[in-house]
């Protein structure tokens, strides 16, 4: 497999962006992206989003947005994997240049939420829609279930979980694209309406509009552009039982585990080799999970690694510094690719108020549902 | 929920019928075509137990548009008797007052109904016993 380098970002700014539409958004972050990276054309690309036809009506999401970013007749395909899409695009991305098929390649992601659909229905159907969404469970839903599994397992407390929330939204106050650029306290995430028991609205993340876009390179072209050169050390990827009920454990994400063992496999780095990590917060509960599933912390004391600080951006291994999705926002499909980069400009030491010290490596976990399904991303700063 | 779907999962959601592997013994809800564990593809039917205990469970409070005159209701994951668990709606309680370990049985009741004028879907909820 030949080396793969991160040579270009674009983003939009998340949140209800009304004034743009779905192929808008995406283009945006796309043009962004190329300029960035200052290439003159494309190999392929990857297009990640969760639910376009459920969303606005349209399918076809790889043909219509080479068309519209003037790239047509590219070889670009959408990649599905509900709210990881743009994850796994970047990971075909990665495979696409890793296998010596192409040299240039773009992954994104975009998600349009706010153009009127029923949106709770459209994220149900990650879910099981035959023994979980047919009974009338939501995403909310399937955390809190999850969420209080874990505090009558674990004794994780209802203020651990808003602990994430203060923390995600301290560090998205000073994140420009973010949706909701603001602190909250304590009382404020505890006491706010409750959603689906105990998780209340300030637990949830967002519904945003958004789009994001990597261009990826050989390191022959890499090399040629005199930048930081930031590479993809590590990329795992893996699946578990669709309906949470299924798991052996409902605490347990499985699928992430085992996607961040493949990539630390890959990379040749451990759990305490990671500077920063942007993590799939959609709901307070996940990003506890997450920090045991990475290995971070030992299984079941994610809650009090998080009250102890040690995820701040002071901490030992500061979370989300871009605000994760809790803040920043959640364009389901083009989350993935905006985790990438945030770890991107803090390795490039382009982060600005929320930039952490001597970043060297940092990691990407994106996942699907309520977690079957999880890729997971090293990148180091050569 | 297109009503073709919805008939072919009855035997599933009107008797309980779930598969038993015929390699190693699991049974699957609904019947699977390919075991996970041992990858036997012979399965007997059985009839799932009604009586089982909350292992997790939540209050929804904001619902999809189908379920939304039911706010708030609760749903749990229930593990039957049996081992086998399943994701259903708790009913006739005060959601407030469950807790995990609950005792509950099965029952058969409407679910939901597919559109404004369109046919009612029926299946099963828990109640606590
Ligand atoms: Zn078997």
Redesign the interface.
């Given at each position: 497999m030949r080396d793969v380098y991160v040579i270009g970002c674009g983003m939009t700014k998340f949140g209800e962006i009304w004034e743009s539409s779905f192929r808008d958004l995406f283009v945006e972050a796309g043009l962004k992206a190329i300029k960035d990276a200052g290439v003159d054309h494309l190999d392929s690309m990857y297009v990640g989003t969760m639910t376009s036809g459920l969303f606005i009506g349209q399918e076809h999401v790889g043909a219509l947005m080479a068309d519209y970013l003037g790239m047509a007749p590219i070889p670009a395909v959408r990649v599905e994997s509900a709210c990881c899409s743009s994850g796994m695009a970047l990971r075909m991305g990665f495979l696409d240049i890793a296998s010596g098929n192409s040299d240039v390649v773009l992954a994104g992601g975009v998600e349009k939420m706010n153009d009127g659909a029923d949106v709770t229905y459209a994220l149900s159907t990650a879910a099981d829609q035959e023994y979980e969404v047919y009974q009338g469970i939501t995403f909310p839903g399937l955390y809190a279930l999850i969420a209080r599994a874990h505090m009558n397992k674990y004794g994780t407390t209802r203020k651990q979980l808003a602990q994430v929330a203060v923390k995600n939204h301290h560090n998205g106050s000073m994140n420009p694209n973010a949706q909701f650029p603001r602190e909250v306290t304590l009382e404020q995430v505890m006491n706010a309406t409750l959603v689906a028991d105990p998780l209340t609205i300030l637990d949830s993340s967002p519904v945003s509009d958004g789009g994001a876009c990597v261009i990826l390179a050989s390191e022959e072209i890499a090399k040629k552009l005199q930048k930081p050169m930031i590479k993809i050390i590590g990329s795992g990827a893996a699946t578990d039982f669709l309906a949470l009920h299924q798991r052996e454990d409902i605490t347990a994400l499985k699928a992430v585990k085992v996607s961040a063992e493949r990539a630390y496999k890959m990379a040749g780095v451990k759990p305490s080799d990671i500077d920063i990590a942007e993590v799939h917060d959609c709901f307070t509960i996940a990003e506890i999970c997450i920090l045991e599933e990475l290995g971070f912390c030992e299984k079941g004391q994610g809650g009090k690694f998080t009250e102890q600080g040690h995820t701040s951006l002071e901490g030992k291994i500061p979370v989300n510094t871009s605000g994760g999705l809790k803040s920043k926002g959640h364009p389901v499909g083009a989350t993935g690719v905006a985790q990438v980069i945030e770890v991107v400009e803090q390795l490039s030491g382009k982060a600005g108020q929320r930039q952490v010290k001597n970043v060297k490596i940092g990691l990407a976990q994106n996942m699907g549902g309520s977690g079957a399904s999880s890729v997971t991303h090293i990148f180091s700063l050569m | 929920?297109p009503s073709p779907?919805y008939r072919r999962?009855m035997p599933q959601r009107y008797r309980l019928e779930a598969g038993k592997c015929k390699g190693c013994g699991k049974i699957f809800?609904?019947p699977r075509l390919i075991c996970n564990k041992c990858s036997s593809q012979n399965f007997e039917k059985v009839t799932l137990p009604e009586n089982g205990k909350i292992?997790?469970?939540?209050?929804?409070?904001?619902?999809?548009?189908q379920?939304e005159a039911?706010v708030p209701?609760a749903?749990?994951?229930v593990e039957l008797e049996n081992g086998v668990?399943?994701?259903?709606?708790v009913v006739d309680c005060d959601p407030e007052k469950l807790e995990?370990g609950n005792s509950v049985k099965l029952v058969f009741r409407k679910?939901?109904a597919e559109g404004k004028t369109g046919i009612i879907?029926y299946?099963y909820?828990a109640v606590l016993v």
């Open positions: - | 929920m779907r999962e809800f609904p292992i997790t469970f939540t209050i929804i409070r904001v619902a999809p548009q379920f039911e209701y749903i749990a994951i668990r399943i994701t259903t709606q995990i679910v939901q879907l299946g909820k």
